[in-house]
């Protein structure tokens, strides 16, 4: 079997090199022949030739083969379509030249580029939906609900899910959604969160620092992300715990979050903000005692599975985080691995700080985060495993 796996994101992208290469290698083993097309940024200066054959060799070695297209980023429709036009011509010939049997489209833009390719020839689709984007960009007010970008990515949505052969979602509720709102085989559907390399993180775990009460996030500041929300609930946490230290480790502009935790009014020794390159990250999060992610509550929440949330239990840390986010709700509860919050006032923040101190000092509380890890989030043992399953059943078709 032959696939063609469309990208609509960058080679060096976090979540390319942690969510995509670790799949296709994994089908890879299994005997699938891997194309992995990416979309570049500013392709000819951030690829010199040479960088670029020593990637490509890198991948081949994994048995993926690397194809790049330039991503166009303005004027935004325009730009958007002349990519779709370019990468559905792309999908045809490869299906054409190459006898690609399966197209596994990431996200909506790659899955309209397979939609189009698929009205001239013959082969298989997988839509890797990993989210509600429209229903996310009205969340945070890029589009209007029912504006005609919306419209158009729900039609993607609702029409590519009808066609797919296999359809792969974050969470049980996204997928329970979409089989009563489309009408979907629920054979089709597959649930594969967001996993981790474990490995990386049994190789980190430092242990937790006695000196503070660390308490860390991991990720973008802005958003769907709840910063105001986060400084307020870590107020509480340091009225239980004077030395507490509040860890911001993200890739978003660290001035803004600075002067808004100082406002808070802690003060320069109460929180530490800064980058962290991806092979720190393990290390830097087993030394805490909590880790914390508040997004903004809303229907394309049910489809959510937020990595970082996964990346705390690999290394040992039990998490904070609102209600209605993917499946976390039963998650934390079922595992006793976290403190799920209902809402964001005083009565109900310090209910839950006084909670999540407590099940930080529980003696078994970092192997039963580690447990879960292992039985949820292994990128091998789960989603590298639920990758061959899917893959496994389109040879049945």
């Not at 054959?53 to 730009?79: M, Q, T, V």
Request: net charge positive; proline share 5%; glycine share 6%.
């Amino acid at each position: 079997m032959k696939t063609l796996y469309i990208s609509y994101f960058g080679l060096r992208e976090p979540l390319v090199q942690t969510q995509v290469i670790p799949y296709l290698r994994e089908i890879a083993r299994d005997g699938v022949e891997v194309t992995l097309l990416t979309f570049e940024p500013h392709l000819r200066r951030s690829w010199p030739e040479q960088e670029r054959l020593l990637h490509a060799r890198k991948l081949d070695g994994l048995g993926i083969a690397w194809h790049c297209l330039a991503y166009h980023k303005s004027p935004s429709i325009p730009a958007t379509l002349y990519d779709i036009a370019v990468g559905a011509l792309f999908t045809l010939q490869s299906v054409v030249s190459n006898r690609i049997d399966v197209v596994h489209a990431r996200t909506h833009v790659p899955m309209l580029m397979a939609l189009i390719a698929r009205m001239f020839v013959r082969c298989r689709l997988v839509f890797d939906i990993r989210g509600f984007v429209a229903d996310e960009y009205a969340d945070v007010n890029k589009w209007k609900e029912g504006s005609l970008a919306y419209r158009a990515v729900k039609s993607v949505e609702r029409i590519g899910c009808r066609r797919s052969d296999a359809i792969i979602v974050l969470t049980r509720k996204a997928g329970q959604w979409l089989i009563e709102n489309y009408q979907l085989d629920p054979e089709k559907i597959h649930v594969i969160p967001c996993c981790v390399d474990f490995a990386r993180f049994a190789q980190s775990r430092l242990g937790v620092r006695n000196d503070r009460f660390e308490v860390v996030y991991a990720g973008s500041a802005t958003g769907l992300y709840l910063m105001e929300e986060l400084i307020a609930f870590f107020l509480h946490i340091k009225r239980l715990q004077p030395r507490a230290l509040l860890t911001i480790l993200t890739q978003s502009r660290p001035e803004p979050l600075r002067e808004q935790l100082q406002k808070s009014g802690l003060t320069a020794d109460d929180f530490c903000v800064g980058y962290a390159d991806p092979s720190e990250i393990p290390a830097r999060l087993s030394t805490s005692r909590l880790g914390l992610s508040f997004r903004k509550p809303s229907f394309s929440q049910i489809a959510a599975s937020p990595t970082k949330l996964a990346e705390y239990f690999a290394a040992g840390v039990p998490a904070v985080t609102n209600c209605g986010i993917g499946d976390f709700d039963e998650l934390l509860q079922e595992n006793q691995v976290g403190v799920v919050i209902r809402n964001f006032d005083a009565q109900e923040l310090e209910r839950t700080a006084r909670l999540a101190v407590e099940l930080a000092f529980q003696p078994d509380v970092r192997q039963r985060c580690i447990t879960t890890a292992v039985n949820h989030f292994d990128l091998t043992s789960v989603g590298g495993a639920e990758y061959r399953r899917v893959y496994a059943q389109l040879r049945q078709l």
